[in-house]
């Protein structure tokens, strides 16, 4: 079973553009890179959040939101924002649970259902 890459919309205050992103259920929020996030303008929270990566190693970094399109379904997208990031954008379990992202790892596909809650 492989890893699930896509290149995805990504967008904040700044502007938009295209990044392949890391589709990955082990992170809960996701990660982007910090520069990335100053750079397209994404909301930051003023909020911190640890966090333990698969090796085991400790990290933490601040929340920050920006609208993410996959596959023509915009939401919002709540990712860590961190230096030193290896990966530039990783979509993390609550966006896939909300967006209704389905993964198929012996594929190596996704679909997406673009489950937007009703209020």
Known sequence: MGEIRDK??????KKTMNVTALFDTAATLGSIDDQLTDDLGLYRTGQR????IADGSKMEGE???????????EFPAML???SNNSEKLVIGLAT?????IELDPQKETYSVRCNIPKL
Do not use: D, N
């Open 96 to 100: 896939m649970q909300l967006m209704g």
């Open 49 to 52: 959040m640890k966090y333990e």
């Open 63 to 73: 929340v920050v939101v920006g609208m993410v399109k996959i596959k023509g379904c």
């Open 80 to 82: 860590t924002s961190r």
């Open 8 to 13: 995805i919309l990504i967008g904040g205050a």
